[in-house]
Nanobody
């Protein structure tokens, strides 16, 4: 059993910043350390499909969607079983529910956290 709990969402003005965090827990991590998992963030805006935002591999390599490059930074803390997403220079089009994902053959998803960018 794996649980992913996102936090840090909220309402922010255009140009502002938010930091999302995702905490992973579960007995499986006694067998397979979190460091072995790829970790990523996705988002889903109203009426749209879920889309990839950013990922960080087990080796620390990062990958970003073009629309967040230079604005968002993904990081992980294996000691705390967390993955974070620092979001700067937020735009109205970044409004969405943001989901945490971890993967090692099998994918696990969090319940999502709402990010609203509006003046």
């Amino acid at each position: 059993q794996v649980q992913l709990v996102e936090s840090g969402g909220g309402l922010v003005q255009p140009g502002g910043s938010l930091r999302l965090s995702c905490a992973a827990s579960g007995t499986i991590f006694r067998i397979y350390a979190i460091s072995l998992y790829g970790m990523s963030w996705y988002r889903q805006a109203p009426g749209k499909q879920r889309e990839f935002v950013a990922a960080i591999s087990s080796g620390g390599r990062t990958n970003y969607a073009d629309f967040v490059k230079g604005r968002f930074t993904i990081s992980r803390d294996n000691a705390k079983n967390t993955v974070s997403l620092q979001m700067n220079s937020l735009k109205a089009e970044d409004t969405a529910v943001y989901y945490c994902n971890i993967e090692r053959g099998t994918e696990y998803w969090g319940q999502g956290t709402q990010v609203t960018v509006s003046s």
